[in-house]
C-alpha cells in the first residue's frame, strides 16, 4: 500500500479495508492469481495478473486513451470557440495515463532532478501563457464596457 502511495505520488492512499476486498473480487474473477509467500520471517501474498487480467488491463488502458482523446478534443475546441486562440499557438496540457505508475519500471518511475525542472518549466510557460490570454480577455471586456456605457446614458434621455 505505501508502493501504491508512492507511485501515485500520494493521489491514491490506499488502505487495508479498501484493497483487500478489491483484491479478493479480481482473484475471484480469475484477473488475479495470489499465491502465499515467506520473506523475512512473514507470510505474505504475491499477487500475479492472469491472461484474462492482462487482456482486460489491455481494454482499460484503451478506453482510457479514448477518454483522454476526447477530452483533448474537447480542449482543442474549447480553446479556439471560446477562449478565440488557435491551439496550435497554445501549449495543450497533457495528462498522463493513470496506470502508468504501475507499468513503468520502478526505476523508470522516480522522477529526477531534470524531469522534475522540465515539467516545471513547461506548467510554468503554460501559466504565463494563460496570464497574457487573461489580460488581453479584460482588455477586451474594459474596452466593450467602456463602449456600452454611452449607449445606455443615451437610452435613459
Known amino acids: 500500500m505505501k508502493e501504491i502511495n508512492n507511485r501515485t505520488k500520494g493521489f491514491w492512499q490506499p488502505t487495508a479495508g479498501g484493497v483487500y476486498p478489491i483484491l479478493r473480487d479480481l482473484e475471484n474473477s480469475g484477473y488475479i492469481r495470489g499465491q502465499w ?7 505474505l501474498k504475491i499477487y500475479k495478473i492472469t491472461k484474462s487480467g492482462e487482456a482486460i488491463l489491455k481494454r482499460a488502458i484503451v478506453k482510457q486513451a479514448e477518454i483522454f482523446s476526447n477530452l483533448s478534443s474537447l480542449f482543442t475546441e474549447f ?15 497533457s495528462m498522463p495515463s493513470p496506470f502508468s505508475p504501475f507499468l513503468e519500471d520502478k526505476k523508470e518511475c522516480k522522477e529526477n532532478l531534470q524531469q522534475l525542472e522540465q515539467q516545471r518549466r513547461y506548467v510554468a510557460e503554460n501559466i504565463r501563457n494563460m496570464r497574457e490570454r ?10 466593450a464596457k467602456k463602449e ?5 446614458q443615451t437610452e435613459q434621455k
Open 37 to 43: 509467500q515467506t520473506q523475512k520471517n512473514r507470510r
Open 148 to 152: 456600452a456605457k454611452p449607449d445606455s
Open 79 to 93: 480553446t479556439r470557440e471560446v477562449l478565440n486562440i488557435e491551439p496550435s499557438t497554445v501549449q495543450m496540457p
Open 134 to 143: 487573461l489580460k488581453t480577455i479584460d482588455a477586451k471586456i474594459a474596452q
